[in-house]
Nanobody, 133 residues
């Protein structure tokens, strides 16, 4: 079991930048795929929207179309920390952002474009990002 704590969310104007962090406790962080998801009140019925994922080694990364080219996911396994660098933020990026661990451990697992929130089994409490127009 991994405990996850996100931070870094705040209010910024459109076009601004933020870096979110997710600190994990537990010895499995470096052996698991990690992901970022987001949720707004408008899409609460759809559940949490996939944003980006990264494999254990950092060699396989995937982004949703809506953030591709603007967001960068990275990890520091020595610090048990996952990051999400967000640039050129838009009002539609306003959401609560969550980090999560993939259900299966494996150093060599690769990320794919088919991940959904159902594939991740440990979640942080979320951090609010608000982008004003």
């Amino acid at each position: 079991q991994v405990n996850l704590v996100e931070s870094g969310g705040r209010s910024v104007p459109a076009g601004g930048s933020l870096r979110l962090s997710c600190i994990a406790s537990g010895h499995t962080f470096s052996s698991t795929i990690m992901g970022w998801f987001r949720q707004t009140p408008n899409n609460s019925r759809k559940g949490r929207e996939f944003v980006a994922s990264i494999n254990a080694r950092g060699s396989s990364i995937y982004y949703s179309d809506s953030v591709q080219g603007r967001f960068t996911i990275s990890r520091d396994n020595a610090k048990n920390t996952l990051y999400l660098e967000m640039n050129n933020l838009k009002p539609e990026d306003t959401a609560i952002y969550y980090c999560a661990t993939y259900w299966e451990l494996g150093d060599d697992l690769m990320v794919t474009g088919t991940f959904t929130s159902a594939d991740f089994d440990s979640w942080g409490q979320g951090t609010q990002v608000t982008v004003s127009s």
